[in-house]
């Protein structure tokens, strides 16, 4: 649902969309529109000194209320030219229906929240939105973090309450590799979906705790790779053979991506449900106190060469002899 919005006598239009800048000047033209969500708040230059941009202003606008980081920076200015300021940008609003925002307003909140501050000096992930998440196994929420240096994102699935008071309690964690064909078509080739399972019920259970769905598919090869690893593990190659053979490491994925959700979420000791020795050395190398919290596997005909291999080759902690 579109709104119109008459034009002003002159008015100069920035547009920042993904650190790429379009500038245009615009008198005398038609209306515009914008949608209805894009104009939960107008912000102005500040009438106080303050120390963020116009840019940034906008950016952490539009994260905070949970939409896209991309806005309109519109410059108005006055008939003479002059940039409109106080009671003139006040009286323009309410004739147009705009709601007034200060930057220096904006730099309150962040100073007040500073969980959604961003620090653009290190590479470091930074919460984009928080959603309610009920599913199958309980009520849960969904956090997004993006990284704005690199534009990687990060996707978590959390329950409980996070503060700092509670930063020596232990959290029950899961840090999960994607796999597309474990996950959503509950495959019985791996273990993943069944792990999955078993950490959401786990948290559902305790109350509290953090799952990281890590796009790190394939053990970090990626879907196409994975399955062209599938092919030659059904003429015999097992899963690290077949990755060798591929000409890629037999597991490629990295951790650090966490260490700044984990701060994020006041988490300094973990529960960590996982078999995996390399997940669980990759959080202490961080300095968190972690605590193996063992997933049962569910152990299949289809997938005993599978865990067999994870056993023997990578070191994985899996009780074989439980089957399913
Ligand atoms: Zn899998």
């Not at 704005?148 to 699935?157: R, V």
């Not at 966490?258 to 961080?286: G, H, R, S």
Request: proline share 3%.
């Amino acid at each position: 649902m579109g709104v119109q919005i008459s034009p002003l006598p002159t008015v100069a239009i920035k547009l920042i969309a993904s650190g790429v800048t379009f500038s245009a000047s615009m008198t005398k033209s038609p209306s515009f529109s914008l949608s209805a969500s894009s104009r939960m708040m107008t912000i102005f230059p500040s009438m106080r000194s303050c120390t963020i941009s116009g840019t940034d202003a906008t950016v952490d606008l539009c994260r905070i209320a949970n939409q896209q980081p991309i806005g309109i920076i519109c410059e108005i200015l006055n008939e003479d030219g002059s940039m409109a300021r106080g009671d003139q940008i006040f009286n323009i609003a309410k004739n147009y229906n705009l709601k007034v925002g200060t930057i220096a307003e904006l730099a309150s909140y962040l100073e007040n929240n500073p969980e959604w501050v961003r620090r653009l000096e290190e590479p470091r992930f930074v919460m984009e939105s928080f959603v309610n998440f009920p599913c199958q196994y309980g009520d849960f929420q969904l956090a997004h973090f993006r990284n704005f240096k690199t534009q990687e994102d990060l996707t978590i699935i959390c329950k409980g309450e996070f503060t700092q008071a509670l930063q020596d309690e232990k959290t029950l964690v899961r840090l999960h590799s994607e796999c597309l064909t474990g996950d959503v078509f509950r495959s019985f080739r791996c273990d993943c979906g069944d792990q999955l399972q078993f950490a959401l019920e786990e948290i559902e259970k305790r109350g509290r705790g953090l799952i990281f769905y890590l796009r790190q598919e394939g053990r970090g090869i990626g879907l196409s790779n994975k399955l062209k690893a599938y092919a030659l593990q059904d003429q015999g190659h097992d899963t690290v053979e077949a990755n060798l053979i591929l000409g890629l490491p037999a597991d490629a994925r990295v951790y650090d991506q966490v260490q700044d959700v984990l701060n994020f979420f006041y988490v300094k000791n973990v529960d960590l449900m996982t078999n995996n020795p390399k997940k669980i050395q990759a959080l202490k190398e961080m300095g968190f106190g972690v605590e193996r919290f063992p997933v049962q596997s569910r152990v299949r005909k289809q997938n005993l060469n599978y865990l067999s291999t994870k056993v023997k080759k990578m070191g994985h902690d899996i009780d074989l002899t439980k089957k399913d």
